[in-house]
Structures are given as structure tokens and as C-alpha cells.
């Protein structure tokens, strides 16, 4: 079955980027049954969707964020990421990346990364 | 675009039921039938528990049941058991460009 597992550094600098990878296995990333997506959690705090990519390379962000994000896709690797620049403390929480093979919703979870924001 | 709205806390005796609300807006829970949940333990990843308003993903216990009336989506567990308390997390597709919102978080305690 399809498994997702997160990777990147756990410490970033404000005003740079953070940059994460999801790698999947169990399945092929560029399945038209498939759409991707992360999501990230703040300390104590509540989900928040941050963008989903399809199949087709189209690309949907949180308007909140959309100024600061880009996934994209590198299927000869079978991984997706996400780029988060210019990030602030606020930006500190953990980082699932999710898959989704039901309609419109994550049913497919890596087991997140905590990524910090500190100097 | 704004959370959804969830109560804090909900609690339950074993054996008992407890509903969550989600209450959004007609731009996005009342107006798709496109809302899930999610159960969260503590230091661990979501797990979906419903789909589609009323859908359960394969493996999930059929005590886990939604539904929607207008604005507000409702996550019903029967039967508390101890290993359903938990954080429980609904989300709704919201409309243009395939926008994704979450709620608010309701944590689920078994008395």
C-alpha cells in the first residue's frame, strides 16, 4: 500500500526557505488516481492545509500562504515538495505531507517533520 | 479563509456517544458534500475516519458515522471506547481552486 515519509532539515533560519521532500512508495506519484498534498501543524495548535498538487501538475495553495509556496513534483524520483520562503517563527510547526486516493480528502499520512524556525 | 469551527472539548462516558459539530459556511461545508474527519493522537499523524459527509475509509469502525444538515457537519461516535480519545479535526473542500479548510480541532475525552 502506498506509505509517505517526510525529509529535510529540522532547522531553519528566519527569511530563508524551508524546503521538504515527500518520498512515496507503494504506488506511482504520477497516477491519475492520486492527488498530493501538505498540511502542517503548529505547536498545540490545530491543521492547516497548505497546497495540493495533482497528477497533471496543477498546483492549489492556501491563499495565505500562496505568495510563499510552491510544490512541484519530480516523478523520475517518485517525490513531491514543498518550498515555504521567507519564513518567520511562525512558521515552525510539523509538516505532513498526505496523499489522497478518496475523493477529496487525506487518507494517506507520512508521519510528519518538525521543522523550527529559529536563528 | 477562515477555520472552521469546532467546540474545544467533548466527552463521553465508555459505551456512551458523543457528536462533534463543524460549523463553516455555504462556501465551503454548506456547500459541497465534500467534508471529512480526522483523528489525531497525541505525537502522532491525522487519520481519516470519514469521507464524503458520510463515508468511511476501509478498516474504520462502522461506530464512526457523519453527516451534514446546511452549514454545520456532525461526526458521531457510539460506543466510546478508550483508544477514541483522541483530537478529532474536520475539513471541507472550499470551492475555488480546489482550497482545502480544517476546523478548529475537538478534543475527545472517554470518562
Known amino acids: 500500500q502506498l506509505q509517505l515519509q517526510e525529509s529535510g532539515p529540522g532547522l531553519v533560519k528566519p527569511s530563508e526557505t524551508l524546503s521538504l521532500t515527500c518520498t512515496v512508495s507503494?504506488?506511482?506519484?504520477?497516477?491519475?488516481?492520486?492527488?498530493w498534498g501538505w498540511i502542517r501543524q503548529p505547536p498545540g495548535k490545530g491543521l492547516e492545509w497548505i497546497g495540493s498538487?495533482?497528477?497533471?501538475?496543477?498546483?492549489y495553495y492556501n491563499p495565505s500562504l500562496k505568495s510563499r509556496v510552491t510544490i512541484s513534483v519530480d516523478t523520475s524520483k517518485n517525490q513531491f515538495s514543498l518550498k515555504l520562503s521567507s519564513v518567520t517563527a511562525a512558521d515552525t510547526a510539523v509538516y505532513y505531507c498526505?496523499?489522497?486516493?478518496?475523493?477529496?480528502?487525506?487518507?494517506?499520512w507520512g508521519q510528519g517533520t518538525m521543522v523550527t524556525v529559529s536563528s | 479563509q477562515s477555520a472552521l469551527t469546532q467546540p474545544p472539548s467533548a466527552s463521553g462516558s465508555p459505551g456512551q456517544s458523543v457528536t462533534i459539530s463543524c460549523t463553516g459556511t455555504?462556501?465551503?461545508?454548506?456547500?459541497?458534500?465534500?467534508v471529512s474527519w480526522y483523528q489525531q493522537h497525541p505525537g502522532k499523524a491525522p487519520k481519516l475516519m470519514i469521507y464524503?459527509?458520510?463515508k468511511r475509509p476501509s478498516g474504520v469502525p462502522d461506530r464512526f458515522s457523519g453527516s451534514k444538515s446546511g452549514n454545520t457537519a456532525s461526526l458521531t461516535v457510539s460506543g466510546l471506547q478508550a483508544e477514541d480519545e483522541a483530537d478529532y479535526y474536520c475539513?471541507?473542500?472550499?470551492?475555488?481552486?480546489?482550497?482545502?479548510?480544517f476546523g478548529t480541532g475537538t478534543k475527545v475525552t472517554v470518562l
Open positions: 507503494g504506488g506511482s506519484i504520477s497516477s491519475s488516481s492520486y492527488y
Open positions: 455555504s462556501s465551503d461545508v454548506g456547500g459541497y458534500n465534500y
Open positions: 498538487i495533482y497528477y497533471s501538475g496543477s498546483t
Open positions: 475539513s471541507s473542500y472550499a470551492g475555488s481552486n480546489n482550497r482545502r479548510v
Open positions: 464524503e459527509v458520510s
Open positions: 498526505a496523499g489522497s486516493t478518496v475523493p477529496w480528502a487525506f487518507d494517506i
